[in-house]
């Protein structure tokens, strides 16, 4: 069911607003502060941000991204995280529907988003997202009957032992961490919105975009990769195509 312009609209502020937060756990979470207090404030001088000066995108150009009291800088991740969860929520109403798959995309997307912009700054991905979204994925999961439910038990559960097989050998391997903790935790989650399916199409997607994006990136610069951004990519990617890529495959590939 395609929706009207309005609730697309209302969508996208809506996301806007979680964009602002979603702002507060990119940069508290990985330092482990709380997320609800202090309030916002100018980390240069300390000032509180007034309600005005905190609305999302729009503020951050009516201050051409400078503090109000110290007129220190103010970074561009903020409206850009801001705008970017606005297209988000926008997407996801108006290829959902005002629905619960429509919030289940938004809430996903957000997810995702929070853990690539996390992991490209820290290399760290807080378990609020992977634990935290676990718990959130598999009650959104519900809208599909306890089949919906026991789908995403049995994606989260092939996440975890994926992962984990993946970063145990990759020890035995190279005798060093090979994957970081906070990887197989988010395939867990991820499992809870795509499936056991999605989370094959989701490694293999997040492994190509790796290899092609990233290697020859880190062969210059000798660093460390943050894989959770291109397993984002391509979780996003399978869950919206997920469906379609799969049946191209049995049709085309295997053709069955
Ligand atoms: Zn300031």
């Given at each position: 069911?395609?929706?009207?312009?309005?609730?697309?609209?209302?969508?996208?502020?809506?996301?806007?607003?979680?964009?602002?937060?979603?702002?507060?756990?990119?940069?508290?979470?990985?330092?482990?502060?709380?997320?609800?207090?202090?309030?916002?404030?100018?980390?240069?001088?300390?000032?509180?941000?007034?309600?005005?000066?905190?609305?999302?995108?729009?503020?951050?150009?009516?201050?051409?991204?400078?503090?109000?009291?110290?007129?220190?800088?103010?970074?561009?991740?903020?409206?850009?995280?801001?705008?970017?969860?606005?297209?988000?929520?926008?997407?996801?109403?108006?290829?959902?529907?005002?629905?619960?798959?429509?919030?289940?995309?938004?809430?996903?997307?957000?997810?995702?988003?929070?853990?690539?912009?996390?992991?490209?700054?820290?290399?760290?991905?807080?378990?609020?997202?992977?634990?935290?979204?676990?718990?959130?994925?598999?009650?959104?999961?519900?809208?599909?009957?306890?089949?919906?439910?026991?789908?995403?038990?049995?994606?989260?559960?092939?996440?975890?032992?994926?992962?984990?097989?993946?970063?145990?050998?990759?020890?035995?391997?190279?005798?060093?961490?090979?994957m970081g903790?906070?990887?197989?935790?988010?395939?867990?989650?991820?499992?809870?919105?795509?499936?056991?399916?999605?989370?094959?199409?989701t490694i293999?997607?997040?492994?190509?975009?790796?290899?092609?994006?990233?290697?020859?990136?880190?062969?210059?610069?000798?660093?460390?990769?943050?894989?959770?951004?291109?397993?984002?990519?391509?979780?996003?990617?399978?869950?919206?195509?997920?469906?379609?890529?799969?049946?191209?495959?049995?049709?085309?590939?295997?053709?069955?």
């Amino acid at each position: 069911m395609p929706s009207d312009a309005f609730v697309i609209v209302m969508a996208a502020l809506l996301g806007a607003m979680v964009g602002s937060f979603l702002n507060v756990c990119i940069v508290r979470l990985p330092r482990d502060e709380s997320i609800l207090y202090p309030p916002s404030h100018c980390p240069a001088c300390g000032a509180g941000i007034a309600w005005y000066d905190n609305v999302p995108v729009l503020a951050w150009l009516l201050l051409r991204g400078r503090c109000r009291h110290c007129r220190a800088g103010i970074s561009i991740q903020y409206p850009l995280v801001e705008a970017a969860t606005a297209v988000v929520w926008a997407a996801s109403a108006w290829r959902y529907g005002l629905s619960l798959e429509g919030l289940t995309a938004a809430v996903f997307g957000s997810l995702l988003l929070g853990i690539a912009v996390t992991d490209a700054r820290t290399y760290l991905i807080p378990d609020e997202y992977t634990w935290g979204g676990l718990v959130v994925g598999l009650a959104l999961s519900w809208r599909g009957g306890l089949d919906g439910f026991l789908v995403a038990l049995i994606g989260a559960a092939t996440g975890f032992v994926l992962l984990y097989a993946v970063a145990w050998g990759g020890e035995k391997a190279f005798g060093k961490e090979a994957m970081g903790g906070g990887d197989i935790k988010m395939m867990t989650m991820v499992g809870a919105f795509v499936g056991w399916q999605g989370v094959l199409l989701t490694i293999f997607g997040g492994a190509l975009l790796g290899t092609v994006v990233f290697v020859p990136l880190s062969m210059k610069h000798k660093r460390l990769v943050p894989f959770g951004v291109f397993l984002a990519a391509a979780a996003a990617v399978t869950f919206v195509y997920g469906d379609a890529i799969l049946k191209w495959y049995k049709d085309f590939v295997l053709g069955v």
